[in-house]
């Protein structure tokens, strides 16, 4: 049977989600080993969104093959052995040929910058001690990028991907006077490696009248990557929402409403967490 699993995970403490070699510290690796522990058999899983080093997800999803039922209460014992910066939230049986990347209709991001120095969300927003930028700027280069398709220079070198082409379907930033916080959300089918944090950076130099919009345009146009600014800090980054077409059957949920409540938030609340 195959199963998928809901998780969410701060993602400060590892080298990302996908196992590499002679990193044991990655996401995929803790839930593989914690659920070969639990269900007594080794464990592969698969995600929808591969998220870099420092990055974290409040909504990401996995699927696994077993050849047996998942235990009844195998959602309590799965966050009794994972890491506090780990959590499960249910499981889910789907078609034996559900693929929780490729069957993924959407993706979407929040980049979190916050003027107010706060050290207990250092981990999860980029602290910008500079004088404020103008959101209309911002979302100048934000309308800029929906006028393209093909993001091939704003994908990280060592991408092995047979096309560079994403459908943004959202990308717009706003603004927390009361919590000095702003906020980039974009969603897409799917994403390059690197490709949200090249566009934070290019954004912010945007702002920063250090790139004009015809500029900008050469950019995209160009599709060389080693032209484009990646330099937006990964905590700022959170993988918020994944979206399905195809049906997901739950098996077992944490009653977490406050999380869920996230996932279908207007779009004037911008602090998901």
């Not at 969300?121 to 309308?143: F, G, I, K, Q, W």
């Not at 704003?154 to 459908?167: A, G, P």
Request: proline share 6%; glycine share 4%.
């Amino acid at each position: 049977m195959r199963y998928v699993a809901e998780l969410a995970y701060k993602g400060t403490a590892y080298q990302g989600w996908q196992i590499q070699p002679n990193t044991p510290r990655t996401i995929q690796q803790v839930v593989q080993d914690r659920l070969s522990v639990l269900l007594q058999q080794p464990v592969t899983v698969m995600a929808a969104g591969r998220t870099d080093a420092g990055v974290h997800a409040a909504q990401n999803f996995i699927h696994f093959d077993l050849d047996a039922p998942l235990p009844h209460d195998a959602l309590r014992r799965i966050n009794f052995l994972l890491p506090q910066d780990i959590a499960i939230y249910g499981f889910f049986t789907v078609a034996a040929d559900f693929h929780v990347r490729f069957d993924a209709t959407a993706r979407t991001y929040h980049y979190f910058i916050s003027y107010r120095k706060n050290p207990l969300l250092s981990e999860l927003v980029c602290y910008y001690p500079y004088p404020p930028l103008d959101v209309e700027r911002l979302n100048e280069a934000a309308a800029l990028f929906l006028q393209h398709s093909d993001f091939a220079a704003f994908s990280k070198k060592r991408t092995q991907v047979r096309t560079s082409r994403c459908s943004l379907k959202e990308a717009v930033w706003f603004w927390n006077d009361s919590e000095q916080l702003l906020t980039f959300r974009v969603t897409a089918d799917r994403f390059l490696r690197g490709m949200v944090r090249g566009l934070v950076a290019t954004s912010l130099r945007y702002a920063r009248g250090k790139l004009s919009s015809d500029n900008l345009i050469r950019l995209l146009q160009s599709r060389r990557p080693e032209r484009t600014d990646f330099s937006a800090p990964a905590q700022g980054l959170m993988l918020t929402q994944v979206q399905y077409s195809k049906p997901m059957q739950p098996l077992t949920a944490h009653p977490a409403i406050a999380r869920r409540a996230l996932l279908t938030m207007p779009h004037h609340e911008v602090f998901p967490f």
